[in-house]
């Protein structure tokens, strides 16, 4: 079935580091590929979507490529910022649309 | 704007207890669900409905039931509380579940004791 696996956390990074997450998918077909954000005590928030191959989600300053050949839709920041301290969940919505499959969530800090 | 509303915020039950999670969306969105977020789980998704009259099992469904009465809302029930329910709950919605995002409420904690 339709899976996720995201990079094991926590990361800590410095400010202005950069910072990659690591995602890669297991789908039949052709799924949308979403990152989501969660601050503490907060519902998840969508930080960037890809609809197809090759699209490039952006959002903030956060970046990822839908790379049917790796499987992978890995995020990127050029910059951190303490305010990007959360949680970040890859997810993928697979070709019935029937449900979303999140990665298990990788918790971000960013210390000054 | 207020998209996706999930209430109570928390709540402490009794094993063996019943309750009922509200969650209400004012987007017209057709896709509603429900997800429980465990620590280092992610999300699991425990039922899902497609339109009104229309739901269906998820990964986890047992021990909850739901029911869709109207495009609006999508209560999820708890009838018989159990440790293994002690969790925090997310109802989504999504316009139509393919290639649109789903959006969620801010969470309901609950703790079975």
């Known amino acids: 079935g339709d899976s996720v696996t995201q990079m094991e956390g926590p990361v800590t990074l410095s400010e202005e580091a950069f910072l990659t997450i690591n995602c890669t998918y297991t789908?039949?077909?052709?799924?949308?590929l979403f990152w989501y954000v969660q601050y503490p005590g907060e519902g998840l928030q969508l930080l960037l979507k890809?609809?197809?191959?090759?699209d490039k989600g952006s959002n903030k300053g956060f970046e990822a490529t839908y790379r049917k050949e790796t499987t992978s839709f890995h995020l990127e920041k050029g910059s951190v910022q303490v305010s990007d301290s959360a949680v970040y969940f890859c997810a993928l919505s697979g070709d019935t649309g029937n449900q979303f499959y999140f990665g298990t969530g990788t918790s971000l800090t960013v210390i000054p | 704007n207020a998209g996706v509303t999930q209430t109570p915020k928390f709540r402490i039950l009794k094993i063996g207890q019943s309750m009922t999670l509200q969650c209400t969306q004012d987007m017209n969105h057709n896709y509603m669900y429900w997800y429980r977020q465990d620590p280092g789980m992610g999300l699991k998704l425990i039922y899902y409905s497609v339109g009104a009259g229309i739901t269906d099992k998820g990964e986890v469904p047992n021990g909850y039931n739901v029911s869709r009465s109207t495009t609006e809302d999508f209560p999820l029930r708890l009838e018989l509380a159990a440790p293994s329910q002690t969790s925090v709950y997310f109802c989504?919605?999504?316009?139509?579940?393919?290639?649109?995002?789903?959006?969620f409420g801010q969470g309901t904690r609950l703790t079975v004791v």
């Open positions: 789908a039949t077909g052709y799924p949308s």
């Open positions: 989504a919605s999504s316009l139509t579940g393919l290639n649109t995002e789903a959006f």
């Open positions: 890809a609809t197809k191959a090759d």
